[in-house]
């Protein structure tokens, strides 16, 4: 029997074979879907994200018992996104009454335009104190479980032989703001009303992050890979050039950051980016992972980026919620087929949704198994 660090060497390894497009003795299959580990655990989603042992024990569980090759991540909690997003959530059994409701994220206008003047005066990182401090309750408070727990988390990870790829979130500017401002304020009023200033507030915001970004990479704790952002700076929402002026030349900052420093930056795209595949030919080849979530048309992705880059992903959320294990094995097997055999990882598209049945989750392991050794 294999010692936990013999898997999680080898384990690695394929991972690393699948962003250089090498060949694999197997597809490498990750996991992703901290709602779902605890609902196929039968374990209450409050009692999940109220003690994050329990949420490790959870999802460290599902990630042997299935003998996947890594985790997007070891633990989770929803109380780290105002700090990410300036966006309040509300998590069952606090502001949700059911003790097992998916939680939520309300996204409003908690900056207002005026507030800029002050980011600028005062640096971003005071500036950011300030509003979690004056416009949300606690934020501190709830997010420093998951922040105490997390290195605990990865430790046990590592002893058990399961690569965690995704040790941060680097974000791009568009990312960081467009979540406090609302979507439709942002676009409508700061990106054609006051264009100049927004400039200066995305820089300011942009220096901050890449000085504390490197400051991550260049720990001994560094991470193995980042999620780059990719949630609402797409090219199916923005036009091309202000797709290339607000959202990609900031995410490609950030991920030449991660490849200099030896860390993966894992492009999680969320939404449509298939206008927009081509800006990806800008990365250094053989060093990034394209995570797709079912929007964007994947074999597209292939056709354009996939002698040069790692594509992951994206069996689609519906399909796990309402097909059949079937439907699900044969997606699976299709893209293992027409991505594969090399530069290609098996993976949900984003997380495995909350209602996902386990069976068709399943399945999608399956496929990766039947394929092994036989690529």
């Known amino acids: 029997m294999k010692s936990g660090k013999e898997l999680y060497n080898e384990r690695l390894e394929r991972i690393r074979k699948a962003i250089a497009l090498e060949p694999v003795d197997k597809i490498p299959v990750l996991g992703s879907g901290p709602a779902a580990y605890a609902a196929m655990s039968g374990v209450d989603l409050a009692d999940y994200l109220e003690d994050m042992k329990l949420n490790c024990d959870v999802n460290l569980k599902f990630h042997v018992n299935h003998d996947l090759d890594g985790a997007q ?70 997010e420093k479980p998951f922040y105490d727990y997390a290195p605990i ?22 990312e960081v703001l467009c979540g406090g401002r609302s979507l439709e304020c942002f676009l409508m009023d700061d990106i054609f009303e006051i264009p100049e200033l927004l400039d200066d507030v995305f820089a300011e915001i942009h220096q901050t992050n890449m000085v504390n970004y490197e400051e991550l990479l260049k720990s001994p704790a560094k991470p193995l890979g980042v999620w780059v952002g990719g949630w609402r700076g797409t090219p199916t929402m923005l036009n091309r050039e202000m797709f290339e002026h607000y959202s990609w030349r900031y995410m490609k900052e950030i991920a030449e950051l991660c490849i ?116």
């Open 73 to 142: 991540a070891h633990i989770f909690s929803p109380d780290v996104f105002p700090r990410q997003w300036f966006s309040k959530v509300c998590t069952p059994g606090r502001e949700l009454p059911s003790r097992n409701e998916l939680w939520q994220v309300h996204e409003m206008e908690i900056i207002k335009q005026e507030d800029y003047d002050d980011l600028l005066k005062m640096g971003y990182a005071a500036w950011q104190k300030k509003i979690l401090d004056e416009r949300f309750t606690d934020v501190e408070e709830r």
């Open 153 to 174: 988390a990865a430790q046990r990870y590592a002893e058990a032989g399961v690569p965690v790829i995704v040790g941060s979130i680097f974000e791009s500017p568009f």
């Open 260 to 375: 200099r420093y030896d860390v993966i930056p894992i492009f999680h795209l969320d939404a449509d980016w298939t206008p927009g595949l081509d800006v990806f030919k800008e990365i250094e080849p053989k060093k990034a992972i394209m995570a797709l979530d079912g929007k964007t048309d994947i074999y597209k992705a292939k056709e354009v980026v996939g002698d040069r880059m790692c594509i992951m992903g994206d069996v689609p959320a519906e399909l796990f919620a309402f097909g059949d294990p079937q439907k699900v094995y044969d997606y699976a097997a299709k893209l293992i087929r027409d991505l594969g055999p090399t530069g290609y990882i098996m993976c949900s598209g984003c997380d495995i949704p909350f209602n996902a049945k386990k069976e068709n989750v399943e399945a999608m392991y399956q496929a990766v198994a039947d394929t092994a050794g036989n690529l």
